[in-house]
């Protein structure tokens, strides 16, 4: 069983009672779900999974003391903390995981704001900026099971996706990267005898690639370590995966080189032909430079189109 169903499960059967008994004056102003940290907030779980981190167990986000006092708080953790501590063949964790709890009682504001940045998910350009991606993805992704307030709701949808100019930098940005890296320094490390070197550009162009087709497909690119995995579940692109994952796993010998360098343009050409089906580029060419500043120039708001193209990367 997956983690959003077995934390679904568990609300239901336990959370739930627990709120609406214990807690009725509360039902209104609290909001209950799984989100955050973990691959079983993005449905990524499996059976290896489950060798660290996992429980059953839920999130509830608490407003501000105005309307939910410090008294009020403590009690509905220690209501929490006794909930079963077994629940499908899952114990629940003894020890707070790496970077603290992952479930259990919090206020909204410091959530996001642990998140984000921001208490309330109004982001400034600068922020939009400055913020990794894959913090974003965990502020806004899992399940909310309970929510009569809206609050978080609210927040969630403020944070739902990148503002278009700031998609369209980061765009650019990735773009200019990829034809740096992959049409560009991969053949020259190769022909200085750089099969390190080269292997570098190869990474470099496989990660920005990867950031280009979630850019491309408006949804927030997951830490490093599920890239690949959301890559495949992607509408647009989703087959570029397996070239991307061909390019890292090979070595750069004369013959694998050029194959990999074919690859390299293929995936460009496949990259090129979405912007321009999406209007995104005026350039009419091969060269992924000439895309990346023509992203730019769609950018609104000239602060931020005059930026250094690689501002947002």
């Known amino acids: ?39 079983e907030c993005f449905g990524f779980d499996d059976e290896i999974s489950r060798d660290h981190d996992f429980e059953p167990g839920f999130c509830i986000l608490l407003p501000d003391e105005s309307l939910v006092d410090r008294r009020q708080e403590f ?18 964790l003894t020890m707070q995981p790496v970077g603290g709890a992952r479930h259990g009682v ?14 309330d998910g109004r982001l400034s350009t600068e922020a939009w900026l400055r913020v990794p991606e894959h913090a974003l993805a965990e502020a806004v992704n899992g399940e909310l099971y309970l929510d009569r307030r809206g609050e978080v709701s609210e927040i969630r949808q403020r944070l ?15 773009l200019l990267l990829m034809a740096q890296a992959g049409q560009y320094n991969y053949q020259r490390s190769i022909r200085h005898g750089e ?24 949804r927030y690119q997951p830490y490093y370590k599920w890239s690949f995995r959301a890559l495949r579940e992607l509408p647009l692109l989703s ?3 397996e070239l991307l994952e061909y390019l890292l796993t090979t070595g750069n010998d004369a ?32 060269d992924l430079e000439k895309h990346a500043y023509s992203v730019n120039d769609r950018i609104a708001d000239a602060g931020l189109r005059n930026m250094h193209i690689l501002a947002a990367v």
């Open 195 to 218: 099969e390190a070197a080269a292997q570098l550009a190869v990474f470099e162009f496989v990660k920005s690639a990867i950031a280009v087709i979630f850019l491309l497909n408006r």
């Open 106 to 119: 919090f206020r909204t504001a410091a959530y996001f704001l642990e998140k984000t940045g921001s208490p």
């Open 160 to 174: 739902a996706y990148y503002p278009e100019d700031i998609r369209l930098k980061k765009l650019a940005g990735h």
């Open 75 to 92: 009690q509905l953790e220690r209501a929490y903390a006794r909930l079963p501590k077994e629940f499908m063949g899952c114990r629940r």
């Open 239 to 241: 087959l570029e995966a």
């Open 1 to 39: 069983m997956k983690g959003l169903e077995l934390s679904r499960k568990y609300f239901e059967e336990y959370g739930l009672p627990m709120l609406e008994e214990g807690f009725p004056e509360l039902m209104d102003q609290l909001a209950a779900g799984l989100f955050g940290s973990g691959s």
């Open 255 to 286: 013959e694998t080189a050029e194959e990999k360098y074919n690859v390299i343009e293929g995936i460009a050409a496949d990259v090129i032909d979405e912007l321009m089906a999406r209007e995104l580029t005026a350039a009419n060419c091969g």
